[in-house]
């Protein structure tokens, strides 16, 4: 099959594009380095000591004997991305190409901006160059769970079954994301839903909880096909920081109450789920969702479990809530259905103290690169200091009233 990996450098992207091309798929990859460009102004890195996109697919040719394609470039950009699409002709898009942080998206008015237009205009660009292009094409799109936030009812995959004044329909679930990060994902699943709607295109949504790991098969193969890893505050996930933190004998960063609960899973499932997401495909017109995710735990008990974890290999780790620089719940009731991609056969890999083991195995090997300068969260949601910067609301005058 022809696979299209947009984000082929990242975390995840490059990970995927390993395994379909093990599998003996054509992949293609498209990437404009934002993430190595976004540490490069934090004076951040990931962990691990990736090589540059030319130099792993160079590895990865002498390893497994396969090749990757890479473009590089942006999907802001529609001349560059749609002559990509018409170059390559994928049967599938793996689309991992966005911002992905949810505090780099609250930092500023700027990032907020970046990251709705990367996010937002790129997939919309996508969709279109799909309908015009290739469109039998699946598109299956990384979103994610904080697109649902949290609320006090059970978290359905995508719709919901909802009576109203003695009729009924299914409609998508209600969307409360807690950041402009998550909300430029609820922003892309509308545009998504509605071109499959209209122009009768194919799509998954894969609406995956949080991340953690490092490790998968093909990384695995050679220390050259690493993939990044992040600990900061903006691109680390929060187990992976928690490990990172436990290593370095930083007390683990809870925010708050630690009640605060998510779906995760493991980034060799996050491969399975899209795997099976790739081998069966929606229908033409259908715009599905499937929520990505194996198991919930609150941050109190990942905290918990790293620090026994840490305890059995000698690490004394301590455990300390920081006051919670986003606005979130932090004690709160939370149940997601997750059962599609398993009726598919996923196999989940299970969060234990073994696994926290291993990860804290390997980030020790890495110890020396770690800055912790970059560990403690600076970005507030709502920064105090600047409400008195704020100048009071105008008075409306008789023009300005006419212009609204
Ligand atoms: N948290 C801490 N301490 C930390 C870091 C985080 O207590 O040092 C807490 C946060 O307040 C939050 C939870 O842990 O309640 C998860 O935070 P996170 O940074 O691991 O995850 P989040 O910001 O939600 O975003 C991550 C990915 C994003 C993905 C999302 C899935 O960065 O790309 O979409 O996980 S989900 O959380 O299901 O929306």
């Known amino acids: 099959m022809r696979i299209l990996i947009l984000g082929g450098d990242g975390y995840l992207g490059w990970p995927t594009a390993m395994r379909f091309s093990a599998r003996g798929h054509e992949v293609s990859v498209v990437d404009n380095f934002s993430r190595r460009r976004w540490h490069v102004e934090h004076s951040t890195d990931s962990l691990t000591p990736i090589g540059s996109l030319t130099d792993r697919i160079e590895a990865w040719r002498e390893v497994s004997g396969n090749e990757i394609k890479p473009f590089v470039g942006s999907m802001e950009d529609f001349g560059f991305l749609d ?86 329909d ?5 969307k409360l994301p807690g950041s402009l990060y998550h909300l430029s994902k609820v922003h892309d699943s509308h545009n998504i839903h509605f071109a499959c709607r209209i122009w009768g295109l194919r799509a998954t949504d894969l609406n995956q909880g949080v991340v953690y790991g490092i490790e998968t098969d093909e990384s695995a193969r050679d220390e050259r096909l690493i993939t990044r890893f992040d600990y900061d505050e903006y691109f680390g996930t929060v187990l992976n920081r928690f490990c990172v933190q436990a290593v370095i004998g930083h ?9 605060q609960t998510r779906g995760f899973l493991n980034i060799r499932d996050t491969l399975q789920c899209v795997e099976l997401a790739v081998a069966n495909p929606a229908e033409l017109g259908e715009f599905r969702v499937f929520n990505q995710f194996t198991e919930q735990f609150s941050v109190a008990e990942l905290a918990e479990l790293v620090r026994r974890a ?46 926290v083991r291993s990860m804290l195995g390997i980030i020790a090997r890495h110890r020396e690169r770690v800055i912790e300068r970059a560990i403690l969260p600076r970005t507030r949601w709502k920064p105090g200091e600047l409400v008195a910067q704020v100048p009071p609301p105008r008075q409306a005058t008789a023009s300005t009233a006419e212009l609204e």
Not at 142 to 160: K, Q, S, V
Not at 251 to 259: D, M, N, S
Not at 327 to 345: P, V
Request: include cysteine; charged fraction near 25%.
């Open 83 to 168: 002559a990509v699409i018409a170059e390559t002709l994928p049967e599938t898009i793996v689309h991992y190409g966005e911002q992905p942080s949810a505090p780099y998206s609250m930092k500023s008015r700027e990032a907020a901006v970046e990251t709705q237009y990367t996010n937002v205009i790129g997939t919309l660009n996508l969709l279109f160059a799909i309908r015009d292009r290739v469109p039998d094409c699946h598109l299956v799109k990384l979103g994610t769970m904080g697109e649902y936030g949290t609320p006090d009812i059970d978290i359905e995959e995508g719709f919901i079954e909802i009576e109203h004044k003695g009729r009924r």
């Open 170 to 174: 299914t409609l998508p679930f209600p």
């Open 251 to 259: 007390p683990l960063t809870v925010y708050g109450e630690g009640g």
């Open 310 to 355: 840490g305890a059995e290999v000698g690490l004394e780790v301590a455990v300390k809530r920081f006051p919670n620089p986003r606005i979130e719940a932090e004690s709160h009731y939370y149940n997601a259905a997750n059962t599609k991609l398993r009726e598919l056969g996923l196999e989940p890999h299970h969060l234990g103290e073994e696994l």
